[in-house]
């Protein structure tokens, strides 16, 4: 599998994805700079977190603008993977490969720390190394992730099986107590229609060594190198 990590001035999660896509993968992707107009031949394309242009303006609505975020869109249309991470995936929604948005916390503080996760859907090229209900312990870091959407497209997003993951207890109940941020329906990632793009606010590339307190991210990682190789 061949793959790319795009980088934005702010950016500051892009190493971490390429140790994780060259640890869990077998193969090191490339990195490629924002006002870069053509991507490589790649499989897979990764957009980082981060604080792409210091947040300015609106969390990912600089950097949807970007030259490389045109090619992005190009590929994807065409069936490319994205994987957008935590101002990746806010990103992805300004650039409108993905619906919704992200809002600032409800507790309008920044959140640091591992949550848990539940799997939704497992039938994907992102999810298929992972059981349907499993619950995931991965970091977030993030003061702008409480995902929003008016209730039809919540309502179509749950219908087509696009919602990835959601925060949850430990036991995989999904309540209040579980959403660390207030995303509408617990909502911690989704799909585009073809579920070729994915968008989440938890960080899986944090989440692959023992030593960062858990290793749940690699199965991610894992599914994507087995789904595109």
Known sequence: MKSAVIVFPGSNREGDAWQALAEVTGSAPQLVWHRDSELPKVDLVVVPGGFSYGDYLRCGAIAAHSPIMREVKARAAKGMAVLGICNGFQILTEAGLLPGALLRNAALKFICRNINLKVENSQTMFTGGYEQGQVLSVPVAHHDGNYHADAATLDKLEQTGRVA???????????????????????????????????LMPHPENAIDTLLGSVDGRGLFRSLAEALS
């Open 165 to 199: 993951f959601r925060y949850c207890e430990p036991d995989g109940a999904v309540t209040a107590k579980g959403n660390p941020n207030g995303s509408a329906r617990n909502i911690a990632g989704i799909f585009n229609e073809t579920k070729t793009v994915l968008g």
